[in-house]
């Protein structure tokens, strides 16, 4: 009897796509370590218009935090970082009156933002429609 195959079940390979790497800081080593590639994949399979990378945080960290905030009736919300010296503040004003503080498991609810983006360009109109990708330095 042969044993059972682990292979991962391959999709047909999607048509070839080019995404920019858009970062502003290397923040977390999330290029470095191939997390990038990670999330570029699962950003294709997913056929997701945009994906943010971020690392556990400690609460208190000088590190912005990707938060979703939405209005109070719920007729709006919208996913986005809150630098650090804000999210105390934020939190305290609207979810907890301690701020920032650690979850059961030791880090902050709130995920350390890394600045890494995958971002589908065509999801956003056609290619230079309103705006030209430029390297700087």
Excluded at 20 to 49: C, H, W, Y
Excluded at 72 to 84: I, K, M, Q, R, W
Aim: glycine share 8%.
């Amino acid at each position: 009897m042969r044993p059972p195959s682990f292979a991962p079940a391959l999709a047909p390979a999607p048509a070839p796509v080019k995404p920019p790497v858009l970062n502003q800081k290397l923040r977390g080593r999330a290029l470095l370590t191939g997390t990038f590639i990670a999330a570029l994949g699962a950003s294709i399979l997913e056929d997701m218009d945009f994906n943010s990378i971020t690392v556990p945080r400690q609460a208190q960290a000088a590190v912005g935090a990707i938060c979703r905030l939405a209005r109070a009736d719920g007729s709006e919300a919208t996913t986005l970082n809150v630098e650090y010296n804000q999210l105390d503040p934020l939190l305290r004003a609207t979810v907890n009156p301690e701020g920032d503080v650690p979850g059961d498991n030791g880090l902050s609810p709130y995920p350390g933002n890394t600045n890494q983006l995958v971002v589908k360009l065509s999801a956003y109109g056609e290619p230079n429609a309103c705006c030209r990708l430029t390297t700087v330095g």
